[in-house]
């Protein structure tokens, strides 16, 4: 079994500008420089078989290159109980732009033809910062509040990548298993 997921593997000069996000709060686990992407679709723990016919349908599509540009940041929080949230992450937003969407969409429909399972959650482009442990409220809001206005001119992606994932002693590894061109 593999586990898999599908990305934008982030063109280094986006990377800085996160990394510089990264820090001015206690209480979070910030995500590793090499670690940051753009999901645009978790595929899980898959078969072999199943690995191959992924990447088949990823290599018939014919996707778009565009402009990916950052804008704002935000906190997601998951599942509890009471109001307490059960995990929380905090994230770079993507600003709004079409032929992400549309990839996205592509991807969506190619890999439900290869079998896999519909995936039910909205698509919100955004980059994992940090896994949330136990931050003041008050802390983690003047931190949006200091990077909500968060703004950057957009870079060419050219390409997408299909990453495998594996535990690490401290964060997952991720492998970039194939890139797909973008025209
Ligand atoms: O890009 P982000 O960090 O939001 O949270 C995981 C990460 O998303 C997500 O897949 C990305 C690459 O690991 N992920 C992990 N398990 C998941 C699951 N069971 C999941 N997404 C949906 N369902």
Known sequence: MIRLFVAI???WTV?????????GLTGVRWTAPENLHL????VGEVRGDVADEVDCALQALRGRRFGLALS???VFERGGHRGTPRSANLWAGIA????????QAKIETALQRA???AERRRFQPHVTLA?????????LAAWLKAHNLLRTEPVEINSFTLFSSQHGPDQPVYTPEVTYELS
Not at 15 to 23: A, H, I, Y
Not at 39 to 42: D, G, K, S, V
């Open 72 to 74: 704002g940041a935000g």
């Open 131 to 139: 896994r949330v442990d136990a931050v003041p409220p008050d802390a």
């Open 115 to 117: 079998g896999l399972p």
């Open 15 to 23: 990377r800085e500008t996160l990394v510089g996000l990264c820090g």
């Open 39 to 42: 999901t645009l679709r978790f």
């Open 9 to 11: 593997d982030l063109p």
């Open 96 to 103: 709004r732009d079409e032929r992400l969407e549309h990839l």
